[in-house]
T-cell receptor
C-alpha cells in the first residue's frame, strides 16, 4: 500500500512563474492537508480539503495561493507569481474519513524561487 | 487557541547519553491528540507516536519513551542511550479535532560519536 506521494520532490522557479505541487493521498484516504515549512521553522497549516471541497483554508495566504482536490486525480497546490519568500518545503498529509486525528505525511516538495 | 511550545531549540549530546525533549501544549478542548514527529536530515516527516487526551499512561518503544502529564500540559519525549542516527529535528504537534495539526517550532538534536 503506497504512502502519500508528492511530486515533484524539488522544484525551482524564477520569480513571477507559477508553481504546481501535486499530492496523491494514500489509497482510501479522502482528506488532504497542506502544510508549509519555511527554512528553520516548524510546519504551518495551510489548507484542508476533501474531495471537491475546501473545508478549511484559514492558513492560506490571501493572494497567489490556491488549492484543489478534484474528484479524480491528485490534490494540487498552486502558487502564482512566486516570490523568494515562497521558498519552503511544502508537505501534504492525508487521513481516512474516520480517525482523522491521524495524518500521514508525504516526503514534501522543496520549492526554491530564484 | 491551540499552541505547542518546544522551548529547546537545539540540544547536543554525546552518544549513549539520555536526552529529554520537552513539549508543552495549550488547548481548552477536553478531547485532543498529541503527536511526535522526527525530521531527519533527508527532510521527510516520520511519525513516532500519537497519544489521546484520555490516556495518560506513559509509553515505551525501544529506546524511546513518552511522558504525558495533563496536570502540567506536557508531553515529553526521552531517548535512552542516544545514537548518532537519532540526530534530527523533532516536532511535537497537537490536534483538537479541527483537523489541522498545530506544530511546535521543533528541537534540533545533535548526537555526536
Amino acid at each position: 500500500n503506497a504512502g502519500v506521494m508528492q511530486n515533484p520532490r524539488h522544484l525551482v522557479r524564477r520569480r513571477g512563474q507559477e508553481a504546481r505541487l501535486r499530492c496523491s493521498p494514500m489509497k482510501g484516504h479522502s482528506h488532504v492537508y497542506w502544510y508549509r515549512q519555511l527554512p528553520e521553522e516548524g510546519l504551518k497549516f495551510m489548507v484542508y480539503l476533501q474531495k471537491e471541497n475546501i473545508i478549511d483554508e484559514s492558513g492560506m495566504p490571501k493572494e497567489r495561493f490556491s488549492a484543489e482536490f478534484p474528484k479524480e486525480g491528485p490534490s494540487i497546490l498552486r502558487i502564482q507569481q512566486v516570490v523568494r519568500g515562497d521558498s519552503a518545503a511544502y508537505f501534504c498529509a492525508s487521513s481516512p474519513p474516520a480517525g482523522a486525528y491521524e495524518q500521514y505525511f508525504g516526503p514534501g516538495t522543496r520549492l526554491t524561487v530564484t | 487557541a491551540q499552541k505547542v511550545t518546544q522551548a529547546q531549540t537545539e540540544i547536543s549530546v554525546v552518544e549513549k547519553e539520555d536526552v529529554t525533549l520537552d513539549c508543552v501544549y495549550e488547548t481548552r478542548d477536553t478531547t485532543y491528540y498529541l503527536f511526535w514527529y522526527k525530521q531527519p536530515p533527508s527532510g521527510e516527516l516520520v511519525f513516532l507516536i500519537r497519544r489521546n487526551s484520555f490516556d495518560e499512561q506513559n509509553e515505551i518503544s525501544g529506546r524511546y519513551s513518552w511522558n504525558f502529564q495533563k496536570s502540567t500540559s506536557s508531553f515529553n519525549f526521552t531517548i535512552t542511550a542516544s545514537q548518532v542516527v537519532d540526530s534530527a529535528v523533532y516536532f511535537c504537534a497537537l490536534n483538537t479535532g479541527f483537523q489541522k495539526l498545530v506544530f511546535g517550532t521543533g528541537t534540533r538534536l545533535l548526537v555526536s560519536p
